[in-house]
């Protein structure tokens, strides 16, 4: 179960470097702070819950969280890996969110009531547009998914754009390879591309094998992020 922990300096600068806040003045960060509680969560602990009133909006301070729904063969499709400074709430206004959200490591998170979030959003709204800015930027990510999983796109150059994707947001240069900063099992591919365990584990395996990846321990690392890129856009 989530515990409360204190508040330092360290959450006031992930708090103010979240795309969430741009633009927002300082008293309005220093606001946010005020009224959140930091919250830590072990891995794989619930966050949000789909259709389930939550009376805060949740920034992610640190670790990384997924974002997911449920197919009505009742398996998991996630629809986003999210790491630090990241706003969890899809909606603020009506207060029950549509997805579920939960922790894929050990994350610090502040919770601040929403009452008072949209009070203070009412009060800086260069604030509120950061805020809009950044549920446009998620809607735009699904319509981009959802793109690419009813195109040709076949399931070899769908699994290389999620990794380069990751490797993207999470990676952690290693000379010119890129480790994937995320403990990746094969399940947890596999709900990323909404298929089966048993197909995701044949495509990583096709991947080593032609040099685009190797695994060390449970990373993935990505040989040559442009390669990867190339054969995503073009299967070569």
């Known amino acids: 179960?989530?515990?409360?922990?204190?508040?330092?300096?360290?959450?006031?600068?992930?708090?103010?470097?979240?795309?969430?806040?741009?633009?927002?003045?300082?008293?309005?960060?220093?606001?946010?702070?005020?009224q959140g509680t930091l919250r830590r969560y072990d891995k794989g602990e619930s966050v949000l819950h789909a259709?389930?009133?939550?009376?805060?909006?949740?920034?992610?301070?640190?670790?990384?969280?997924?974002?997911?729904?449920?197919t009505l063969q009742g398996k998991r499709k996630i629809l986003f890996?999210?790491?630090?400074?990241?706003?969890?709430?899809?909606?603020?206004?009506?207060?029950?969110?549509?997805?579920y959200c939960d922790t894929i490591e050990t994350s610090s998170i502040l919770l601040?009531?929403?009452?008072?979030?949209?009070?203070?959003?009412?009060?800086?709204?260069p604030f509120c547009q950061a805020v809009m800015k950044e549920q446009e930027k998620k809607?735009?990510?699904?319509?981009?998914?959802?793109?690419?999983?009813?195109?040709?796109?076949?399931?070899?150059?769908k699994i290389a754009a999620k990794l380069w994707k990751l490797g993207r947001d999470f990676g952690i240069p290693r000379g010119e390879e890129t480790e994937i900063d995320i403990d990746l099992s094969v399940t947890l591919l596999a709900d990323m591309l909404g298929t089966s365990r048993e197909n995701t584990s044949r495509l990583l395996t096709n991947m080593t094998e032609q040099g685009l990846i190797r695994h060390e321990k449970k990373r993935?690392?990505?040989?040559?992020?442009?390669s990867l890129s190339h054969f995503y856009q073009t299967g070569l």
């Open 112 to 125: 601040v009531p929403n009452d008072r979030f949209v009070e203070i959003m009412k009060e800086d709204f």
């Open 220 to 226: 993935i690392i990505i040989r040559d992020m442009a």
């Open 51 to 70: 259709k389930k009133h939550t009376d805060h909006v949740c920034f992610l301070i640190s670790g990384k969280v997924i974002e997911y729904n449920m």
């Open 1 to 34: 179960m989530a515990k409360a922990i204190q508040k330092d300096q360290s959450v006031l600068t992930a708090l103010g470097s979240s795309s969430s806040v741009r633009g927002a003045g300082e008293e309005t960060i220093r606001r946010l702070y005020e």
């Open 81 to 99: 890996v999210l790491g630090e400074g990241a706003l969890l709430n899809d909606c603020i206004v009506t207060n029950t969110p549509a997805i």
């Open 139 to 157: 809607y735009q990510r699904l319509i981009h998914q959802l793109k690419n999983s009813v195109g040709n796109i076949n399931m070899d150059r």
